[in-house]
């Protein structure tokens, strides 16, 4: 079955950093490109990152840039997520999500918080 679980969210004040996991389980990741997006109550989920399968291609929402940095270690299976320099208004539901055969494959999602 395949499975992707998010985990390394949490509270943090403004300015402060958290790292996102998002580890894959029923398949090998390093097939597959990743996402991550993010969804704050009463919005729609946006994205906010993306990754090729290699690692070689990354791209960034214009909130994220030069703040985020994704990353991935294909024998762990999983992809990062470093947030740095955090604002109020990244406060949301964090999630990472695949695709394959044209379904898409999302997570449980990782809740972060950020207020002082």
């Known amino acids: 079955q395949l499975q992707l679980v998010e985990s390394g969210g949490g509270l943090v004040q403004p300015g402060g950093s958290l790292t996102l996991s998002c580890v894959a389980s029923?398949?090998?990741?390093?097939?597959?490109?990743i996402g991550w997006f993010r969804q704050a109550p009463g919005k729609e989920r946006e994205g906010i990152s993306c990754?090729?399968?290699?690692?070689?291609?990354?791209n960034y929402a214009d909130s994220a840039k030069g703040r985020f940095t994704i990353s991935r270690d294909n024998g762990q299976d999983t992809v990062y997520l470093q947030m740095n320099s955090l604002k109020p208004e990244d406060k949301a539901v964090y999630y990472c999500?695949?695709?394959?055969?044209?379904?898409?494959?999302w997570g449980q999602g990782t809740q972060v918080t950020v207020s002082s």
């Open positions: 990754i090729s399968s290699s690692g070689g291609s990354t």
């Open positions: 029923g398949f090998t990741l390093d097939e597959y490109g």
């Open positions: 999500k695949t695709t394959k055969w044209g379904t898409d494959y």
